[in-house]
């Protein structure tokens, strides 16, 4: 899931309502936490996740390949 708030509408508060009511919805249909990502440098959802008590998780990373065209197979 991402959230997002079209550009005319942000800094309302909306960003935030969304992710709180996520996480309402996630703790009634029992989930046990969230794993949650975000850039490094959008310092709107860092600044939601903090203040919702998102913690980092240091070692972790996300990893990026394209796969569309050729060169997907496995080296040999
Ligand atoms: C990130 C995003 C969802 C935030 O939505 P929003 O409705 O603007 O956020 P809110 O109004 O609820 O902001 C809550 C708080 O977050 C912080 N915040 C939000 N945007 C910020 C920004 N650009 N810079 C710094 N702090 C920010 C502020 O502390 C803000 O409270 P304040 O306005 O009272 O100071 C919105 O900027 C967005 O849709 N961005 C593009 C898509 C995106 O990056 N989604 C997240 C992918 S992980």
Same mark, same amino acid.
Do not use: L
């Given at each position: 899931m991402l959230t997002g708030v079209a550009a005319a509408w942000q800094r309302r508060g909306l960003g935030m309502a969304v992710k709180v009511a996520a996480t309402h919805w996630a703790k009634a249909a029992g989930w046990e936490r969230l794993n949650v990502g975000t850039a490094g440098v959008n310092a709107g959802m860092r600044a939601i996740n903090d203040a919702l008590g998102f913690k980092p998780m240091p070692g972790w990373s996300r990893w990026m390949k394209p796969?569309? +065209?050729? +060169?997907v197979s496995a080296p040999r």
């Open positions: 796969v569309a +065209g050729p +060169g």
